[in-house]
């Protein structure tokens, strides 16, 4: 167990609808980075938290949004799905808003299905 | 202009052998450092190994070292003595400068799988 916590761990949905994936970081963690993996690709950077503020933003579509809440856990929201959205979303923190020397904890992933 | 490159989209390697993943990188910054992360079939993303820019040696853990050589943008991963459970999805990322403000930016990755 990595600490961070992610859920659902697996989520099956219709084109069109709306769905909520949330992170729970590791304990003492104030960042959290969200991350999109498409089948057989590598990691997208789709948008990071520090202590409830957007601290950067990738190739986040504007159908997603995403928030840190006072307890520093995190959610992304993502409406209107697409086939194509279909993917693991990853949640991964850290200390500070570097990566520091141990990079990220990843959780272990939402694998989100659009059918 | 890619700024990390994998040229290996796959290996094979018998078990008990050495492995060498190559990741090149490209950067201007004088401080940046490299990662490299393990992804199973299970889908989860695990860290590895770290390499500071500055760092003067190069880093090992366990049975990983890292390769780094600095003039030729190089940080290449080496698994000593292979088992069959270092198959999996390998990624190298690099985090440049030391501003607040960034994220890891990610190779392709190399599926490497251990023969038996």
């Known amino acids: 167990d990595s600490g961070v916590t992610q859920t659902p761990k697996h989520l099956i949905t219709a084109t069109g609808q709306r769905v909520t994936l949330r992170c729970s970081p590791r304990?003492?963690?104030?960042?959290v980075y969200w991350y999109q993996q498409s089948l057989d690709q590598g990691l997208q950077f789709l948008i990071q938290?520090?202590?409830?503020?957007?601290?950067a933003k990738g190739n986040i579509l504007e159908r997603f949004s995403a928030q840190q809440f006072p307890d520093l856990h995190s959610e992304l929201n993502l409406s209107s799905l697409e086939l194509g959205d279909s993917a693991l979303y990853f949640c991964a923190s850290s200390v500070s808003s570097h990566a520091a020397n141990y990079g990220y904890t990843f959780g272990s992933g939402t694998r989100l299905t659009v059918v | 202009a890619q700024k990390i490159t994998q040229t290996q989209p796959g290996m094979f390697v018998q078990e008990k052998e050495a492995v060498t993943l190559d990741c090149t990188y490209d950067t201007s910054d004088p401080s940046y450092g490299l990662f490299w992360y393990k992804q199973p079939s299970s889908g989860e993303m695990i860290f590895l190994i770290y390499?500071?820019?500055?760092d003067q040696q190069n880093a090992t853990e366990g049975r990983y070292s890292l390769n780094f050589q600095k003039a030729r943008k190089s940080a290449n991963l080496v698994i000593s003595a292979s088992q069959l459970g270092d198959s999996a999805m390998y990624f190298c990322?690099?985090?440049?400068?030391?501003?607040?403000?960034?994220?890891?930016?990610w190779g392709a990755g190399t599926k490497l799988i251990i023969k038996p």
């Open positions: 390499q500071g820019s500055y």
């Open positions: 304990s003492g963690d104030l960042s």
């Open positions: 938290y520090y202590n409830g503020e957007e601290r």
């Open positions: 990322a690099m985090r440049e400068g030391m501003d607040s403000n960034y994220q890891l930016i």
